[in-house]
DNA sequence: ATAACTCGAGTGATCGTTAACATCACTCGG
DNA sequence: CCGAGTGATGTTAACGATCACTCGAGTTAT
């Protein structure tokens, strides 16, 4: 097996280009106060040793900090996962390392478990707060280092105005905009598929979605049916969605999410109900798979990646206050119509 | 604004306990030498200061090895994601932190720019080499630190068997076995709709999955019609299909995964062709969303996270010699038969 | 001609932690 | 009653990089 040889390190190419270790700090660092002929000794003698400075000591070193841990339970939905790329472009584009680390949310997590996912006190991190291990950990990391953080979550746009590590979208928004379209369409009232609450069990925690949606039905004087709990799962979400799909009076639901749509599509389907015939389904969030299920899915789109790059510019500004406090905004929700919405049908 | 105060570092538990810095290092670390006494007293400096031992001076003072660095373009899709759960749950049982570097397919970067991404030379990382960047990172760091590094792609049994740091799963076994049951089922002939290969254009590199099904079709002695290309994106995948929808002659697709099959599925819909009476339409990795689809489409499933566990422990294996070499293997696939493959319609 | 300034490069401290070695107080056997 | 062993600590030196200084030589200003 072939001895592991060592990296080379900031005094090896000093030596082998003659210089000090400085001047080669110099050199990497692109500082201008280094001669050309020097520049590029140092140059050919980092070329020779395959040189490559190591993060960990830089910033060790009092560097400026160039890392963001991001934390979060379920990346595999796919406004985490969107908002995480707006997070990784936005870092990648100013040189930062973007570090994920995946809560279990079987697992419960000690505080201390929490805490020892970052690599360092003070570790700029930002969360993804809309399920229950993230709310944890968004509390966790608001008790030891608040100025370092920023947590990502559905919320009410005072409530984003209000708190200044908070980014997120108007959820609450955007289901009543959702609602008030299918009773525009004409519908007695519109049902609801919940996604489960920041703290786990429905009914507990603030569930925006299904906030902006019930108020709606009271506005327009409906009757707020009871929202149907269900979990993150498309087998939950199938499970819980069958009262809802066996019901003929049932015309309408809005379904937390697209993966929740999906599964009441398929209950409506095997139930024998016509989509959109005899019931219309709404879905959240516009993930991609959605414009090509058949029929294909009504949902509301929101531009989870603009909030992830949100994240990390307030994180800068929380972190270093000489960057701008870039201004809270969240995107508007769009409703994107396609085939599982229509009226109602006649009553017989 | 709060001052960031400065966090704890391990010198000031030892001067509150009243220690040498060395002995808090020992209880931090679970030293057996160290009295009862004077472990108490670090303890409560220790849950005093609110202290957190920092990660990256501790690897940096030539402690063991403690993270991964995954690199990948894509996690979107499926089967990185499920093996990025693996190498995750893997690492966290060990303690081992995980860092995920995405690499963006639009950019092309210059191979210093990939090594940039590694905290520190020779840091432990694992690489989706299932497309075009993965496979081009995969390059760059065999030329670098070949000691310290995996790729997880689509191989056959014999190059993974060969190979010290490949692991992955055998995808030509996988194609070859949906393509065998649609010829069971009576159709003439398989079309296929491939997935870009490593090298980004199709033909280029190579595609297991096609030859998988190629190999198939020859051996059974029928015709092997032209694969159709696709990108990675539903619309790519729902813009190229479209030939192979319109022809009457094609009674089963063979879809190089499951987002190209719902595309597929989406086209055949709206081209007025019924699934699986005139067409049958088989995927490839069991995505979740594949049960819901109406019809649920037939797939082959694929264990991504045994795969990325697997990846880790040999990476594990490949750093410190001392463990054991994980024995070479692979996940058999399976087929799933679920509504959208049945036998062709007799001639009329 | 001499003080003042500029430019290039070197020296030493520092970051938080662990490894290796040194020290010191006991206990135990002869 | 003394040397060896042992268990609990303290001391010093890395680790790899940056930063704040310092210093000498050459240029410019007075």
Redesign the interface.
Known sequence: ??Q?KK??SIWDVARLAGVSHQTVSRVVNGSPRVAAATRDKVLDAIAEL???P????R??AGGAVESVTVLAAD??LYGP?AAL?GI??AA?SLDW??????L?PADTHSDADI????????EPTIIMAHDEPGMRAKQVLLD?Q???MVAIGPYTAEELAASPWLVGMDDGKAAAEATKYLLDLGHETVHHLAIPTSTGTFGGGKAHRAEGWSRTLREAGREVPDPVPSGW??AEA?KAVQPLVADPSVTAILCGND?LA??T??AA?LAGRSVPGDLSIVGFDNT??T????P?LTTVNQDFESVGRGAFELLRHRID?SNPRPKPSWPEPELIVRETSGPPRPRS
């Not at 190591?54 to 000591?57: C, I, Q």
């Not at 805490?115 to 003070?122: D, E, M, Q, S, V």
């Open positions: 097996m072939a592991p990296a080379a395959g040189y490559r190591n993060r960990l000591a910033s060790l990346t595999s996962e790329r990784e472009k990648r390392s973007v570090q994920i680390s995946v279990d805490i020892a996912r970052l690599p360092r006190a003070g030891t608040p100025q370092a799962t498309f199938f993966h999906l599964a599509l398929r389907h991609p798979f414009a090509y299920t058949t294909a206050g």
